[in-house]
């Protein structure tokens, strides 16, 4: 396969928030991601103590990253210093094929094939491979190298790289890699799809919490359109997942599953639309605390007829935590903090203003994460 490069300039700030947008013709851009508000990423260069592979979740979805962080970008000038990529020198160099200790990172799935690929960089002697896979794991070993950034192609950050993906209807995910040897580091990203798409369902934030000692998944949907039904998917290595529960759609903007068979150690879950002609739309990965027991939260009354509750805490972690309450439609309506200095604690919390009749949520939140209890306020 012979591939084509091209090189436009593009007169934009670099340190891009994600935009999600549709195209005029066919396809359609599935993100342009340039990182900016993208917290989950490692800030630390793994070979200096940050991790070296991990999954990151972001505002285009979730992405893994391999030997790669987030830092200042070498080479280009204010405002456009910011939010680059950088990839952690791992291999030898001087050649033009990638070694397998080069660090990487992987898109989010792709349902709709790749036809091209845009790229800005900053330093023209870093080479960077695309690579695809027609699988949906990140991790998979399956994987055809379909672009490749010259050494001699320009680099400033005023510069885009866009590279023509052919063959590319059934292309589920791309792997970007860096040339051995190097510390390569590139701006932002966008892809494009192969076929014009509208999705049926757009989910605008999707949690899951501890309830009662089973994990309780959360999803918001800003809008919905021909959905038959959401699958609850888990996972306990974030790579294979296994259905666990299905919920009709019902054109509701907030649904919930709760899991009580959530297995010890850490889990994963996604959410995936089936839509009535078949079509399948897939959350981001959720990430939910090793199972905790139930005795380690409780809230008396859970039927409140006063204007307090008490918060007891069983072998809870010490240090600072976090009180919210949010009503039925997901607002919060009251947040406070307590200080925890003992394995057995009570707190007692005034309700404000804005708690009155109705049913409530109370999230507990620490280092190592949170529970949630129902209330009834009468």
């Known amino acids: 396969m012979k591939l084509k490069f091209y090189t436009k300039k593009v007169l934009a700030l670099l340190a891009l928030s994600t935009v999600i947008s549709t195209s005029s013709d066919a396809q359609t851009v599935y993100f342009r991601e340039g990182f900016g508000d993208f917290d989950a990423i490692s800030t630390t260069n793994p070979n200096n103590g940050g991790p070296k592979n991990y999954f990151a979740e972001g505002p285009s979805g979730t992405w893994y990253f391999y030997g790669a962080y987030k830092t200042t970008g070498t080479g280009c ?101 860096a040339r051995g040897g190097t510390d390569s580091d590139f701006d932002s990203i966008t892809v494009v799809s192969v076929r014009d798409f509208s999705l049926p369902v757009k989910f605008s934030a999707t949690q899951v919490n501890d309830l009662n000692g089973a994990s309780q998944v959360t999803w918001n949907v800003a809008s919905e359109s021909n959905v038959k039904s959401y699958i609850i998917e ?102 406070t903090s307590i200080l925890n200095n003992s394995d057995f604690a009570n707190f007692q919390i005034s309700l404000n203003s804005q708690v009155s009749t109705g049913i409530y949520r109370v999230v507990l939140a620490g280092k190592s994460g949170q529970q949630v209890r129902n209330i009834i306020v009468k």
């Open 234 to 335: 888990r996972s306990t290595n974030g790579i294979s997942f296994e259905k666990v529960g299905e919920v009709a759609a019902n054109k509701s903007s907030v649904y919930s599953f709760t899991d009580k068979s959530q297995p010890a150690g850490v889990v994963y879950y996604r959410i995936t639309a089936v839509d009535l002609d078949g079509k399948l739309t897939m959350s981001s990965i959720l990430r939910a605390a090793a199972k905790l027991s139930d005795k380690t939260l409780t809230i008396n009354p859970s039927v409140v007829e006063g204007r307090t509750i008490n918060i007891g805490l069983n072998k809870f972690e010490k240090g600072k935590l976090e009180v919210k309450i949010y009503n039925s439609v997901g607002q919060m309506v009251q947040a």
């Open 77 to 177: 000038s204010a405002p456009h210093t910011a939010n680059h990529i950088r990839f952690a020198n791992g291999g030898a160099s001087g050649v033009s094929t990638p070694f397998t200790d080069s660090g990487y990172i992987v898109t989010p799935v792709l349902n709709y094939g790749v036809s091209e690929v845009r790229v800005f960089r900053s330093r023209a002697s870093r080479r960077l491979h695309i690579f695809a896979t027609t699988d949906t794991a990140a991790t998979s070993t399956n994987w055809t190298n379909v672009g490749y950034l010259h050494v001699d192609a320009p680099g400033s950050c005023t510069l885009e790289s866009v590279i023509p993906i052919t063959g590319g209807d059934n292309y589920k995910r791309l792997k970007i890699m």
